[in-house]
């Protein structure tokens, strides 16, 4: 599949969670979010740490929907 894009969301509503998962994660972080929404001008320190702190998060909701305790 060279050329296509694999980060297309299957769910749409998932959007909106997604980017407030963004803004908590650069909150805690301390990193500032660009107005422009281009990230290439954030060092690869920030992003990776976003990154890192956005997956930890999903594997937690994971984990809590997998054990039945979030609703």
Do not use: F, H
Not at 4 to 17: D, E, G, H, K, M
Not at 24 to 43: R, W
Not at 47 to 67: C, D, F, N, R
């Amino acid at each position: 599949m060279a050329g296509s894009r694999s980060n297309t969301l299957i769910v749409p509503q998932a959007s909106q969670a997604l980017n407030q998962l963004k803004l908590e994660a650069a909150q805690e972080l301390g990193v500032q979010i660009p107005a422009d929404g281009y990230y290439g001008n954030i060092s690869t320190r920030e992003a990776g740490s976003l990154g890192g702190y956005i997956t930890k998060k999903l594997v937690q909701i994971a984990e809590q929907q997998l054990s039945g305790g979030y609703r």
